[in-house]
């Protein structure tokens, strides 16, 4: 491979790479600001705790659950109703397991 090709192959990834960290804050910033403060604390601190080591399809999957209403992902996530077979994936395992704790001076 010639300098100028191993250049624009890392530029290239380069740019991939940044692409998919904008998408990861921008998912973050959505989990926060949902409208509903619990869901805010509960998917805002799963974000923090999982969104930066998802690959491009898990980011997929976390924006499709990202785009349902807060009840029906609160109860899903307390258990309070079965997680529907759709939305039954990795991600919304990793929901339903994680726990959330307040952070220190919170």
């Known amino acids: 491979m010639t300098d100028q090709a191993h250049d624009a192959a ?3 990834d380069h ?3 940044s692409a998919v960290e904008d ?6 910033f959505r989990s926060w600001h949902r409208g509903m403060r619990e ?6 601190s799963f974000a923090d705790a999982h969104v930066g080591g998802f690959d ?3 980011l997929d999957r976390y924006e499709a659950l990202l785009e349902l209403s807060d ?6 996530m307390s258990g309070r109703e079965p997680v529907p077979t759709e939305h039954d994936n990795d991600i919304m395992k990793l929901l339903v397991a994680f ?3 307040p952070r220190q001076g919170s």
């Open 10 to 12: 890392n530029a290239a």
């Open 15 to 17: 740019a991939a790479e």
């Open 23 to 28: 998408r990861r804050k921008r998912l973050r």
């Open 39 to 44: 869901m805010d604390l509960l998917i805002g």
């Open 56 to 58: 491009t399809p898990m």
């Open 71 to 76: 009840p029906d992902l609160y109860n899903w």
């Open 99 to 101: 726990r959330y704790t």
